[in-house]
């Protein structure tokens, strides 16, 4: 069953911040999030393994809440580079090697 | 190090047709997969390996065929091309499992049946 991904789309101002959802009907064993521009590959942004990780990198970080099952990504002082859509991938307990997809937050940043 | 290429970048097939998509990767992984992505929605697992000699299915296995006689090449073969295989395909590999792992993509390629 496929994670829901909240807000489906959103635009900021550079400099604005974001939070983007992640939320599973499944109890989750770990959650990913990539980046994907137009026409492009989607590219590894980082995986929460443990229930209440939190991880950054750069001025993008993540949390993982176990118990309520969701994931949140949260863009701070956005830059325009961040623009594209982010895809959180769920791994449930009871399945190996197979990731599900959310459909996506479109996120686009102007100047 | 040329990471995950795919080949064709763009096909364009017929009702009934086959063809295989190619998946080469040069970082001794074992994990490797192909995903399908379409319109709205995000990335469906299709097939995946875990190595030499192991396939298994994943979501949307039907209609498709894989073979892993390499660790290297993950070749998906399209038996009988359907308009529904309208899509773009991402090969991709990792060296854990692609449950634990980074994932790395291929750049895609776009098939589109007629």
């Known amino acids: 069953q496929q994670p829901v991904q909240s807000p489906q789309a959103v635009i900021l101002r550079e400099g604005e911040d974001a939070v983007i959802n992640c939320s599973s009907s499944?109890?989750?064993?770990?959650v990913h999030w990539y980046r994907q521009k137009h026409g492009e590959a989607p590219v590894f942004l980082m995986i929460?393994?443990?229930g209440g990780e939190q991880k950054g990198h750069d001025k993008i970080s993540a949390s993982f809440n176990e118990k309520k099952q969701q994931s949140s990504l949260y863009l701070t002082a956005s830059q325009l580079s961040y623009s594209g859509t982010y895809f959180c991938g769920t791994r449930r307990w009871d399945s190996n090697y197979q990731l599900i997809w959310g459909a996506g937050t479109k996120l686009i940043i102007k100047p | 190090n040329a990471g995950v290429t795919q080949t064709p970048k763009f096909q364009v097939l017929k009702t009934g047709q086959s063809m295989t998509l190619q998946c080469a990767q040069d970082?001794?992984?074992?994990?490797m997969s192909w995903y399908r992505q379409d319109p709205g929605m995000g990335l469906r697992l299709i097939h995946y390996s875990v190595g030499a000699g192991i396939t298994d299915q994943g979501e949307v296995p039907n209609g498709y065929n894989v073979s892993r006689s390499t660790t290297e090449d993950f070749p998906l073969r399209l038996l009988s091309a359907a308009p529904s295989q309208t899509s773009v395909y991402f090969c991709?590999?990792?060296?854990?499992?692609?449950?634990?792992?980074?994932?790395?993509f291929g750049e895609g390629s776009r098939l589109t049946v007629l």
């Open positions: 991709a590999s990792s060296y854990q499992g692609g449950d634990t792992g980074e994932l790395f």
């Open positions: 929460l393994l443990k």
């Open positions: 970082m001794n992984h074992e994990y």
């Open positions: 499944k109890a989750l064993y770990s």
